[in-house]
């Protein structure tokens, strides 16, 4: 145990799966399944002492939980439904920009005069009065409809568990409402459901998560720390620029107001003759461009990286600062 690998978990089918595995191929990670596609472990190319384990979204939340994987991407709705102390068990490292989906409290559409959550005990004393009988959430989100509904003070009700074609249980009568997750809003169009107005309990997305109770040995430590500072390596080279000219060096005082004016760094120094050297945000590229001009360079010339390694990265930090 003291010398454990990483252990990566990362979705082998679903929704997350294609995504996952383009933002690990972004930053050079390339998975390798190395006895046949059967196989549900795998290594990283090039990459010592990681083994990736290929799992559902919802499987990677109960072994992050429990510490059998140190890393893995998956849904935020996952981690808040199935960990009950979520931020004592893991750290959601970053948020990865893919796997957007809404967890939500929808009615049927028939109901014109329901548009909240205060809206539901109404509905509920009135199924208690005509039939005596509870409402019904029909939900897969047990845990999260608990909280909710108990922050929003309606506690009159019963959950349908449903493990699957949860939209059409109003229509079907198992159910009066649901909670589900939705994207597009087309499934809970089709089947005549709306969202309350305040009903939007989570807004969730794919992210990077670490296991708080992992064994983090040396080895493992040093594995993640290789592969959160590729990943940091491409996201900051994504979000930066080289922009290089000719400068006259008299022009020094000029070049050092113009970089902090736009939070621009000059990595290799400012008097190292004619020719300049910047980083800057790519968003203040022009900016920058337009200011060089201003104070006279020439052949300015604007380059996007592969990667970026910078001293330190927020990924790391967050995981060291984490697991301690
Ligand atoms: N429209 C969507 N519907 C459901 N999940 C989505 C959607 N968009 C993104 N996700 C995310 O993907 C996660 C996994 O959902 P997905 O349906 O891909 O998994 P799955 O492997 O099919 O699992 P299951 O069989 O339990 O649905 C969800 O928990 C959520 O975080
Ligand atoms: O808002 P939309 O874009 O219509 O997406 C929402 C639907 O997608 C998911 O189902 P999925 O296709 O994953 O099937 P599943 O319920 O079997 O997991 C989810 O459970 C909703 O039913
Ligand atoms: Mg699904």
Not at 108 to 119: E, K, L, Y
Request: overall charge negative; some cysteine; proline content about 3%.
């Amino acid at each position: 145990m003291t010398d454990s690998p990483l252990i990566l978990a990362v979705p082998s089918k679903g929704r997350l799966q294609e995504n996952a595995a383009a933002f690990f191929a972004r930053a050079g990670l390339v998975f390798t399944q190395s006895r046949g596609a059967r196989d549900y472990r795998g290594t990283l190319a090039g990459v010592p002492d990681v083994e990736v384990a290929f799992l559902s979204a919802s499987e990677i939340v109960s072994q992050l939980s429990l510490g059998t994987a140190h890393l893995g991407i998956t849904g935020e709705d996952l981690i808040r439904e199935q960990i009950p102390d979520a931020d004592e068990a893991v750290e959601l490292l970053t948020p990865l920009g893919f796997g957007h989906a809404n967890v939500v409290v929808a009615v049927p559409q028939a109901w014109i005069d329901v548009r909240t959550m205060a809206d539901l005990d109404e509905v509920a004393a009135d199924l208690r009065a005509r039939h005596g009988t509870k409402m019904r959430v029909a939900t897969k989100y047990v845990n999260l409809t608990r909280r909710f509904f108990a922050e929003k003070g309606v506690s009159d009700y019963r959950i349908v568990e449903s493990l699957g074609a949860t939209e059409g249980a109003p229509s079907a009568g198992s159910a009066e409402l649901i909670v589900d997750i939705t994207t597009t809003g087309a499934t809970l169009a089709a089947n005549a459901l709306k969202i309350l107005d305040d009903g939007v309990m989570l807004r969730s997305e794919a992210n990077l998560v670490a296991s708080a109770r992992a064994p983090w040995s040396e080895r493992a430590r040093a594995a993640a720390t290789a592969v959160l500072t590729r990943i940091a390596a491409e996201e900051e080279a994504r979000a930066s620029r080289e922009v290089r000219a000719a400068l006259d060096p008299a022009r020094a005082s000029a070049l050092l107001a113009l970089a902090k004016e736009h939070g621009a760094s000059l990595p290799y120094g400012h008097a190292l003759g004619r020719e300049v050297v910047l980083h800057c945000r790519t968003a203040q590229v022009f900016d920058i461009v337009a200011a060089l001009q201003g104070i006279g360079a020439q052949d300015i010339s604007v380059r996007a990286f592969d990667y970026l390694f910078r001293p330190t990265n927020a990924l790391t930090e967050r995981l060291l600062r984490r697991i301690g």
